[in-house]
């Protein structure tokens, strides 16, 4: 699916896999994941998930996520099961609002509303100077809360150091800033950046590290006083346990589409709770995500990343959007989202 982004000639296209779960009372949930496997995610939910969830009470969360596991991940294996167990339990939890007519958020504990946001803009592809133009459009839009995309160049992290001292310069100190590598770099290329942007008031740096290495998140956080954030593709809660109990992380980030749901996602935030850390969305998927953020009392942030908040606009009915740094979510039963129909099918892939 192609999304436009400002500055940018072509539009970036991603996937997602998108999942509807019918019930015989005619309420009907819609879910969603990100489209890595996504035909390996296809066929496991048409032919082996969907004939088992057949007959099953869809009200009933946290029995069919552990049938589902011990049915097809005895072992707890994450990658394409996570993914698609995600996509079905949002479906559930969408039925489940739709049917008690309640919103997902206030279902899940109903903490927070209003919840706090910012925009990912700072995207590998601009130049400096675009990157300097959108953030100046944001702020006076009155966002207050940036990121932006590091490890341009893995091996020479002066040249993000130099986007980052640009972007804070034309947007003044009062303008929250975060960085996210994407797992890119080496622990000595991503303490070289440190290093660079601790004068630079550094919000967070997200999954500085190879592979999200546990132990050399928690090495690194040793050594710099800008917070690390980590987690939002992490598959299930036991590697966010090794997150959080290895001290790897100062910011928590489940993300609902990839960790399995909110009947997974609510395990992390609570993990995160007892250990005292927030937790913020990562990831994307800004319109499932608001609903664990404001339903957690630990929940911090929803991120609206050019690109998925841009499939999201495309593939929902007005959804929900940022005003002035904060999202407010609707009182609609289940996740208040209206697909749009006509733009799944055009973009759909045989």
């Known amino acids: 699916m192609p999304v436009e982004v400002p500055l940018l000639k072509e539009p970036i296209v991603t996937s997602v896999l998108f999942v509807a779960v019918e019930t015989d009372t005619g309420v009907t949930g819609f879910g969603l994941t990100r ?23 869809p009200l009933e969360t946290e029995r069919i996520w552990n049938q589902l596991l011990k049915q097809f991940n005895a072992r707890v294996q994450t990658g394409m099961w996570s993914s698609a167990v995600s996509a079905i339990d949002i479906a559930l939890w969408d039925i489940k609002g739709k049917h008690y007519k309640e ?3 206030r279902l899940l504990g109903g903490a927070q509303n209003p919840v706090q946001a910012y925009v990912t803009f700072g995207l590998k592809q601009y130049t400096k100077e675009q990157l300097i133009e959108v953030a100046k459009q944001l702020v006076k839009q009155g966002e207050t809360r940036l990121k932006m995309v590091v490890a341009v160049d893995p091996e020479n992290p002066r040249i993000d150091a130099e986007r980052v001292k640009a972007v804070r310069k034309a947007v003044g100190d009062e303008v929250e800033l975060m960085i996210d590598a994407n797992y890119l770099f080496s622990f000595n290329r991503a303490l070289e950046l440190c290093k660079l942007l601790e004068p630079y008031h550094i919000t967070w740096f997200e999954e500085p590290v190879y592979q999200n290495d546990a132990l050399l998140l ?4 040793r050594h710099t006083s800008i917070p690390i954030a980590a987690g939002q593709n992490e598959g299930h809660r036991f590697r966010h346990r090794e997150l959080i109990a290895n001290h790897a992380v100062d910011i928590a980030q489940p993300n609902v ?14 993990l995160a709770q007892a250990f005292n850390l927030p937790i913020a969305n990562g990831g994307g998927w800004p319109h499932h995500n608001m609903h664990l953020q404001a339903a957690m009392a630990n929940g911090w942030r929803v991120e609206f990343h050019f690109e998925m908040w841009g499939v999201g606009d495309k593939i929902y009915k007005e959804p929900p959007a940022p005003i002035n740094g904060w999202v407010t979510l609707p009182d609609t039963p289940g996740l208040g989202l209206e697909p749009r129909f006509d733009a799944l099918k055009e973009f759909e892939e045989k």
Do not use: H, M
Request: aromatic share 12%; charged share 25%; hydrophobic share 45%.
């Open 35 to 57: 489209g890595a496997q996504r035909f390996a995610l296809k066929e496991f939910i048409n032919r082996e998930a969907g004939p088992f969830l057949k007959d099953k009470n």
């Open 218 to 221: 928690a090495d690194l956080r």
């Open 103 to 105: 919103a997902v958020w």
């Open 257 to 270: 589409c990839s960790v399995g749901g909110y009947t997974e996602a609510v395990k992390v935030a609570a």
